[in-house]
């Protein structure tokens, strides 16, 4: 009978420097990636665009030494920053480095936030890239997604549809207001596509950590300060669900309704693809 197929994660939720200061952000990195190791983690998540270059230099290059330290500690590592688009726009970049210290994946930020926003974060313009895909490893079939990409569910469903097992969607931070919401969308995407979803996010003050490894059957980790979150995630146990169908048997052999990807109607799903379809009329700024 062969082993279980189990993987455990780490979410590293670090106090960020921006600016100028912001190279200081790889020695806590590389740090972080060497205390999960100790835990026992095939793979890490850093915040969005940790280590950097984020707010800083361009002249910034951590991977290097990420993909370093990847191949020394036999990890995944997702990390973020940002590279050039054009002359005067950037993308806002997720990569998945390998256990060989290899970049095994990248992805571009899809959906940006409004311009408003990023000028603030990264002093910059986002520019949009593709479609979120997801990337087969030992560890399981892993999907990228960025900070409020939560927010959209169709994101996240994509994922589900082309198999994933793991979301990694980390946070830029300064949630404040939003904290509420965002908890809730992270288990919200976790049960609906039975899949685990892995968020954390830079603290660069006040403000409480939104850290959560989450299942489709409840929150296996969180944390609101700065530090690192650890889990064991059971693969068979989504592919259980997937296969199965609720029942009105008592006690409930789960904790979630199993079986939802197959109540899928596609062919009522046409609205979701109209690109005039923006929200309802006159909605705007209350």
């Given at each position: ?190 049960i609906e596509n039975h899949v685990y ?36 995630l059971d693969l068979e146990r989504l ?48």
């Amino acid at each position: 009978m062969s082993a279980p197929r189990r993987v455990t994660v780490a979410a590293s939720q670090p106090r960020t420097f921006r600016g100028k200061d912001e190279p200081a952000n790889l020695e806590c990195a590389l740090a972080a990636i060497a205390e999960a190791a100790r835990a026992g983690a095939q793979i890490i998540c850093f915040p969005e665009g940790y280590p950097g270059p984020y707010s800083g230099s361009l002249t910034f290059q951590p991977l290097p030494d990420l993909c370093r330290a990847a191949r020394q500690n036999g990890m995944h590592v997702v990390c973020g920053g940002l590279e050039p688009a054009t002359a005067d726009a950037f993308y806002n970049m997720l990569y998945l480095l390998g256990p060989e210290g290899d970049v095994r994946a990248t992805y571009r930020r899809c959906q940006p936030a409004p311009e408003a926003v990023d000028r603030v974060l990264f002093g910059r313009r986002v520019q949009p890239g593709g479609a979120p895909q997801v990337v087969e490893t030992p560890a399981g079939r892993l999907g990228l997604l960025v900070c409020s990409e939560i927010f959209s569910p169709e994101l996240s469903r994509l994922l589900a549809l082309q198999g994933a097992d793991i979301v990694f969607a980390p946070v830029g931070g300064m949630i404040y207001e939003l904290f509420e919401s965002w908890k809730v969308l992270v288990c919200a995407r976790a049960i609906e596509n039975h899949v685990y979803v892995v968020v954390c996010q830079n603290l660069y003050g006040m403000e409480r950590g939104v850290g959560t490894i989450a299942g489709p059957e409840g929150v296996l980790a969180e944390r609101r300060d700065a530090g690192l979150l650890v889990a064991e995630l059971d693969l068979e146990r989504l592919d259980w669900l997937r296969t199965h169908e609720e029942t009105l048997a008592l006690p409930k052999p789960y904790r979630t309704i199993p079986g939802l990807l197959a109540w899928r109607r596609p062919e009522v799903y046409g609205p979701l693809a109209e690109t005039d379809r923006a929200g309802p009329p006159g909605a705007g700024d209350p």
